[in-house]
Antibody, heavy 117, light 107 residues
Framework: EVQLVESGGGLVQPGGSLKLSCVASGFTFRDYWMNWVRQAPGKTMEWIGDIKPDGSNTNYAPSVKNRFTISRDNAKSILYLQMSNMRSDYTATYYC??????????WGQGVMVTVSS | DIQMTQSPASLSASLGETVTIECRASEDIYNGLAWYQQKPGKSPQLLIYNANSLHTGVPSRFSGSGSGTQYSLKINSLQSEDVASYFCQQYYDYPFTFGSGTKLEIK
């Protein structure tokens, strides 16, 4: 069974940093593009970025480029999202998502991040 | 960026009815479109990919159609468990973008 379990969320002050993790199981992690998607309260989804299976290439949404970094550890089947210089509008539930090549076929349960002083 | 315009924002229908949700892309996305269902308090789940292909395990009352810039999701014979929000997403080009969502309720 495919499982994606995010952790590392919480309260962070504006301008602060936070690193999220996503532990993957039930599939061959190193074979898949992986993504981060967020959803602010009551809002639609916003794609943050993705990372190639071997970790050699990443793509980001313009709104987070130069603030967020996606990385992965294929030996441990873990996906990361390093967030820096955070703003209040980054308050959202952050999802780790597997990309099948035909859409996003598995989503984690999500982790809440609140940016507030 | 490709903008995805989704309508309606909310929808109320009776059990057994057929409902349709639309998504319009700001440019041709060559069927690089997915539909997701998100039940209250849950993570989204993939329903349709490549505009008209049913994801594994999804009931056949869900169907997708369209091409170019215009796409739709149809739910036949509405069931109580279909109460959810529905989102379209284009994955044809970066940055991937989502529609604004449709909240479906039962009358």
């Amino acid at each position: 069974e495919v499982q994606l379990v995010e952790s590392g969320g919480g309260l962070v002050q504006p301008g602060g940093s936070l690193k999220l993790s996503c532990v993957a199981s039930g599939f061959t992690f190193r074979d898949y593009w992986m993504n981060w998607v967020r959803q602010a309260p009551g809002k639609t989804m916003e794609w943050i970025g993705d990372i190639k299976p071997d970790g050699s290439n990443t793509n980001y949404a313009p709104s987070v480029k130069n603030r967020f970094t996606i990385s992965r550890d294929n030996a441990k089947s873990i996906l990361y999202l390093q967030m820096s210089n955070m703003r209040s509008d980054y308050t959202a539930t952050y999802y780790c998502v597997r990309e099948s090549g035909d859409g996003f076929d598995y989503w984690g349960q999500g982790v809440m991040v609140t940016v507030s002083s | 960026d490709i903008q995805m315009t989704q309508s309606p924002a909310s929808l109320s229908a009776s059990l057994g009815e057929t409902v349709t949700i639309e998504c319009r892309a700001s440019e041709d996305i060559y069927n690089g479109l997915a539909w997701y269902q998100q039940k209250p308090g849950k993570s989204p789940q993939l329903l349709i990919y490549n505009a008209n292909s049913l994801h594994t395990g999804v009931p056949s009352r869900f169907s997708g159609s369209g091409s170019g810039t215009q796409y739709s999701l149809k739910i036949n014979s509405l069931q109580s468990e279909d109460v959810a929000s529905y989102f379209c997403q284009q994955y044809y080009d970066y940055p991937f973008t989502f529609g604004s969502g449709t909240k479906l309720e039962i009358k």
